[in-house]
């Protein structure tokens, strides 16, 4: 499965029922993130990442390959090995996912990456609610330097 045929699929959906329980399995087995909105505070994730973050008026995520990094506030400060983990994420890479609430066009929630991805439209009582997105995880790993260098 690919993040735009898992958008086509999910592209329409209601608010509230964005995507099942079966989806989100099958989308964790094929390595990708789906990425909506939900109420006006919070950033949902589900399939390889399954989670959610506090978005109140909008929010960035940085995400890596291994999953969501968390937010240094976020971080137990007395947990040691939970510091660790935190700069050791932070120092392997990550890239954006900005939310957007209410972004001055048709949605309640937009959300902008330079992660490769694929949209789709979730609506509420058949008006448009959010646009969505799918994309690899593998795909949040930041851009070799090299790669930038060359202008590639």
Wanted: hydrophobic share 40%.
């Amino acid at each position: 499965m690919t993040p735009s045929e898992l958008a086509a699929v999910l592209n329409g959906r209601e608010y509230r029922t964005e995507i099942s329980d079966s989806e989100a399995v099958l989308a964790k087995a094929a390595g990708l993130v789906v990425v909506f909105g939900s109420s006006d505070d919070l950033m949902e994730f589900r399939g390889a990442i399954d989670d959610e973050l506090s978005a109140y008026d909008g929010t960035t995520a940085r995400v890596s390959p291994t999953g969501l990094i968390p937010s240094w506030e976020s971080v137990d400060k007395e947990d040691e090995d939970a510091a660790e983990a935190y700069f050791k994420a932070k120092l392997g890479g990550y890239r954006k996912i900005e939310a957007l609430w209410d972004p001055g066009e048709d949605y309640s929630w937009k959300f902008c990456t330079d992660i490769p991805h694929a949209t789709f439209e979730i609506v509420e009582d058949g008006e448009p609610y959010c646009r969505g997105i799918v994309f690899k995880l593998a795909d949040a790993a930041p851009p070799r330097p090299e790669a930038a260098a060359s202008g590639s």
